[in-house]
């Protein structure tokens, strides 16, 4: 199983930014996607998470300016980033509880970069 995640770059504060991820692979249930960023210096924190019934969670700093989404039929999960703040600056990385047919397993993209910047 892959991750792949695409969409990252630079922004200026206040704007949006869209970002993908595609789970391929031997998938047979997708229990539930995250969005997890990194900013240098700091612990990742997980920003935003859907469930397989299509329930979200956010980290409260987001709230109302992300979207977490899915489209169940192509294994991709999508963050809509709109109001951009600096300390969105972070690597920003995808995650997903998958069961490839043996067992549960979580597993992690490689990271896209998002810079907000003046």
């Known amino acids: 199983v892959q991750l792949v995640e695409s969409g990252g770059g630079l922004v200026q504060p206040g704007g949006s930014l869209r970002l993908s991820c595609v789970a391929s692979?031997?998938?047979?249930?997708?229990?539930?996607m995250s969005w997890y960023r990194q900013a240098p210096g700091n612990q990742r924190e997980v920003v935003a998470r859907?469930?397989?019934?299509?329930?979200?969670h956010y980290v409260d700093s987001v709230k109302g300016r992300f979207t977490i989404s899915r489209d169940s039929a192509k294994n991709t999960v999508f963050l809509q980033m709109n109001s951009l703040k600096p300390e969105d600056t972070a690597v920003y990385y995808c995650?997903?509880?998958?069961?490839?047919?043996?067992?549960?397993?979580?597993?992690w993209g490689q990271g896209t970069q998002v810079t907000v910047f003046s």
């Open positions: 859907i469930i397989s019934d299509g329930s979200t």
């Open positions: 692979g031997s998938i047979f249930a997708i229990n539930f």
């Open positions: 995650t997903a509880a998958i069961h490839d047919g043996l067992a549960l397993r979580d597993y």
